[in-house]
């Protein structure tokens, strides 16, 4: 199982990232049938939902803390999904998590929906 998460790094508060998860075609032929979703989880917190999209993609969900700032996208064809981050605050520097739903598609706000999980990818926002 293969799930790579890239993107993170140092942004100043009111800056934007974008962050990638590419599945590999060989782990996962059938990523359109899949729905993804972000995580995330800062220094002694929980591991908290960011935003799902459904297999469709016609269907997304957003934590409230990121809505309106946060657009969570996918490209079948590259099997990838996608978190265009925008005016980004001190609050939201954590590793990011991507992950496959497998089983129902839907891009769930709740963890254990999930199948299989990337690496993480850091995102720190300077103040």
């Known amino acids: 199982v293969q799930l790579q998460a890239s993107g993170g790094g140092l942004v100043q508060a009111g800056g934007s990232l974008r962050l990638s998860c590419t599945t590999s075609?060989?782990?996962?032929?059938?990523?359109?049938?899949?729905?993804m979703g972000w995580f995330r989880q800062a220094p002694g917190k929980e591991r908290e939902f960011v935003a799902g999209i459904s297999w469709s993609g016609d269907r997304t969900n957003y934590a409230d803390s990121v809505k309106g700032r946060f657009t969570i996208s996918r490209d079948d064809a590259e099997n990838t999904v996608y978190l265009q981050m925008n005016s980004l605050k001190p609050e939201d520097t954590a590793v990011y998590y991507c992950a496959v739903d497998r089983d129902l598609g839907v891009g769930g706000d709740n963890w254990y929906e999930y199948d299989y999980w990337g690496q993480g990818t850091l995102v720190t926002v300077s103040s």
């Open positions: 075609e060989r782990t996962f032929s059938t990523f359109s049938s899949f729905g």
